[in-house]
């Protein structure tokens, strides 16, 4: 059992117990947007030279990566300037932060710039009106193509949860 703030819950267990062993193995550098208390475990379950966070609050930077960012996840492109990820992990950030398509869009946008070549980007959010789940559907095809994570894991998982959360999958598309 963790000895941090823990959070049971299926979406955390299906992150951590699922999508993080892939992180693992496929040793993707990981830009994770967005630091919580039931986030701080992810520093022990991925490796450090590969996980940097991002969080708009500089009092979440405790709960970040050793590799810490403040700022706008709208402003990637200046952030990290030509750095490239393998992965972006966007868990929890629709409806609480980002709620609106115009939003939604410059964060898409600015992701796109700092991700590599056929770069992941997975998204989660609760598919339920009052937290903008809808706006998983502003998502421009010119440049994100969803599509299946790995053989077991399909391009949408949707839990059952009481907020329906839901992890979508998608490729980064070439400019």
């Known amino acids: ?90 868990n929890g950030i629709i409806g609480y932060g980002i709620n609106d398509e115009g939003m939604l869009r410059a964060f898409l946008a600015s992701a796109h710039s700092v991700l590599s070549d056929k770069g992941w980007l997975v998204i989660g959010y609760n598919d339920i009106p009052e937290r903008k789940g809808e706006l998983i559907h502003a998502i421009d095809p010119r440049l994100f193509r969803k599509t299946d994570f790995t053989d077991v894991i399909p391009s949408r998982v949707e839990l059952k949860t009481h907020n329906r959360h839901t992890f979508e999958f998608y490729r980064r598309l070439a400019e």
């Open 1 to 90: 059992m963790r000895k941090d703030w823990f959070m049971p819950s299926m979406d955390r267990l299906f992150l951590e117990n699922r999508l993080f062993r892939v992180f693992r193995l496929e040793k993707y550098s990981v830009l994770s947007i967005g630091c919580h208390p039931a986030s701080q475990i992810y520093r022990r379950l991925l490796p450090e030279d590969s996980y940097h966070t991002l969080d708009i609050d500089p009092g979440n930077a405790r709960y970040g990566a050793a590799s810490h960012t403040v700022g706008d996840c709208r402003e990637l492109h200046t952030l990290f300037g030509g750095r490239r990820f393998d992965l972006i992990l966007f």
